[in-house]
């Protein structure tokens, strides 16, 4: 199975106009898209169910006429509105909108609680500013109605491409999309107001959804399953690498153990916890299998490189944020180890972003920033701060280090710097329990000790963490996180 596309709506736009140029009209596309919107439709109703479609003034409103003429076929009972004047529907909608043989309402007349479904066809991707006046008023009365809503596209007042609400959203039960799910569909808030997302085909190929240009995936197995490491029968430990993971002093060990006990659980032949001499007792006493080494400050970490057999490296859990931890990245990046820098590795860098800038693009690097560390690194460079879409965001900060970005949280986005983009969405809250991250970057430079590329071992690292706390639940700690990896591996390499 190919890894899911995820198309932005101007990416979605070019790839329905090369399928009308390629000959399928685009009533034909409005004709399927609106069947298949019916077809969900009449899964949710009952025989003589009373429907009202609520159209808006463009194509989303026209797919909204072929649901109600579809849907009145049946032997549904259907009532449509609509948003504005059918005289000025243009196109397609147009077309659409002459297949109706019954009565077109106000929108403002529908009366939304008498229905046992709602179809929402106001606005898709097009919509364009906030919603005000009677599109507003109709999504407040839609929602407050509290019967369930059957999007079409994507429920009406979401901006498709960054998920952001636009004032006032629908909250639907379900959504039909049309070829591929959109940014909104993934991204937070947007997800939260889809309900279930079915994806429709309404005949457009694949090659033609790849041909936008488009690198933007759901994070999910097949976009890395096949990069998976698996040890050969006749591996030994150094095959399956080596990580390191930098401790903080006395008082702050347990971050670095977490990412270590990660790094071993998902694989990587060996690790060790580099200590600084002060804190060797308190990491002796809590370790096993993973083995321990003195390291003083950024001129112990360059010995301690030397050796070769050091492939991957955790930088940042309870380091400080100080010069030390800055100039110990700085050994780190210079010494070309596959590295994931997390926490104070990059709060030290607080408005020191130039510093990092292209720093990461001879070597394999992920950084691992939630919101407020994303914040602080790049304090001053609002080229990157301020676009709306997180997934730019992530974009920019990859191409302005040269590192792969995991921008973290319920929808966390991996951005690779050559504009592979991955959004993952297999999480729990319960994941935001301390030490969390902590455990993520171990197993993403432990994914990397053995050979994974960045970004695969980033997507392959987010995905198995978030299936690993999902597969938890309530009263995760991070300590139990390492210990769930077994199972959710033993699923994926079956
Ligand atoms: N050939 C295609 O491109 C296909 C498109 N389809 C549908 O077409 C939709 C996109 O159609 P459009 O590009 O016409 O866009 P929409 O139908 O999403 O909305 C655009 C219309 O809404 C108005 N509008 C935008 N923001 C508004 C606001 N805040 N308040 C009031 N009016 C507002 C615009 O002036 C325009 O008339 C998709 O979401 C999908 O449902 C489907 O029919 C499948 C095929
Ligand atoms: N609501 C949520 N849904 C899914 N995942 C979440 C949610 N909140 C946090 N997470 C995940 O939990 C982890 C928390 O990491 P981080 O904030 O660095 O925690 P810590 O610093 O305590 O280790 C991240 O992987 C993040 O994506
Ligand atoms: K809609």
Aim: proline share 6%; glycine share 12%; net charge neutral.
């Amino acid at each position: 199975m190919p890894p899911e596309l995820v198309l932005t709506p101007r990416e979605m736009r070019q790839a329905d106009a090369w399928t009308i140029e390629s000959g399928l009209p685009g009533i034909e596309l409005m004709r399927r898209a609106g069947h298949a919107v019916a077809r969900a439709a009449a899964e949710m109703l009952t025989k003589e169910a009373r429907v009202i479609v609520a159209a808006g003034p463009g194509q989303n409103g026209g797919d909204g006429f072929v649901v109600a003429t579809r849907l009145a076929g049946m032997g549904h009972r259907v009532s449509l509105g609509l948003l504005g004047e059918v005289g000025r529907l243009a196109g397609d909608a147009a077309l659409a909108a002459k297949d109706w043989k019954g009565a077109v309402e106000p929108v403002e007349s529908l009366p939304f609680a008498e229905a046992d479904l709602i179809v929402d066809a106001l606005f898709g991707t097009g919509l364009a500013r906030d919603l005000g006046g009677a599109a507003r008023v109709a999504v407040e009365r839609m929602n407050a109605s509290g019967i369930p809503v059957l999007a079409v596209d994507l429920p009406s007042g979401l901006d498709g491409e960054t998920g952001r609400v636009r004032g006032l959203a629908v909250k639907a039960r379900r959504t039909v999309t049309f070829a591929a799910r959109k940014p909104c569909h993934v991204l937070m808030p947007g997800r939260a107001f889809c309900g279930e997302v079915e994806v429709a085909d309404i005949g457009i190929p694949r090659v033609t959804l790849e041909a936008t240009g488009g690198r933007l995936f759901a994070n999910a197995p097949p976009l890395w399953l096949d990069r998976l490491p698996k040890p050969g029968l006749d591996f030994h430990k150094y095959d399956r690498g080596h990580t390191l993971v930098v401790s903080g002093g006395a008082t702050r060990t347990g971050a670095a153990r977490l990412a270590a006990r990660a790094a071993l659980r998902i694989g990587s032949g060996l690790v060790t916890v580099a200590s600084p001499p002060e804190a060797l007792g308190v990491n002796a006493a809590h370790l096993t299998a993973i083995m321990l080494r003195g390291c003083d400050g950024p001129e112990g970490l360059h010995q301690i490189l030397q050796d070769a057999r050091l492939n991957a490296l955790v930088l940042g859990p309870a380091l400080g944020a100080h010069s030390g931890t800055r100039a110990m990245v700085a050994v780190a990046a210079h010494a070309r180890r596959s590295l994931v820098l997390d926490a104070d590795a990059l709060t030290s860098f607080e408005g020191l972003a130039t510093e990092l800038h292209q720093v990461f693009r001879h070597a394999p690097a992920v950084l691992t920033p939630h919101d407020g560390e994303f914040r602080r690194l790049f304090k001053g460079h609002p080229d990157i701060l301020d676009p709306e879409s997180k997934i730019e965001r992530a974009h920019r900060a990859a191409a302005y280090t040269g590192a792969v970005v995991v921008l973290k949280g319920p929808d966390t986005v991996i951005a690779a710097p050559d504009g592979r983009a991955a959004i993952n969405e297999n999480g729990t809250p319960y994941l935001g329990t301390a030490g969390s991250g902590d455990t993520l970057c171990g197993i993403v430079a432990g994914l990397m000790a053995q050979g994974l590329p960045a970004f695969e071992a980033a997507c392959a690292g987010v995905w198995i963490h978030a299936e690993a706390g999902a597969s938890f639940g309530p009263g995760l700690i991070a300590e139990d996180l390492a210990e769930l990896i077994p199972g959710v591996l033993r699923t994926l390499l079956r």
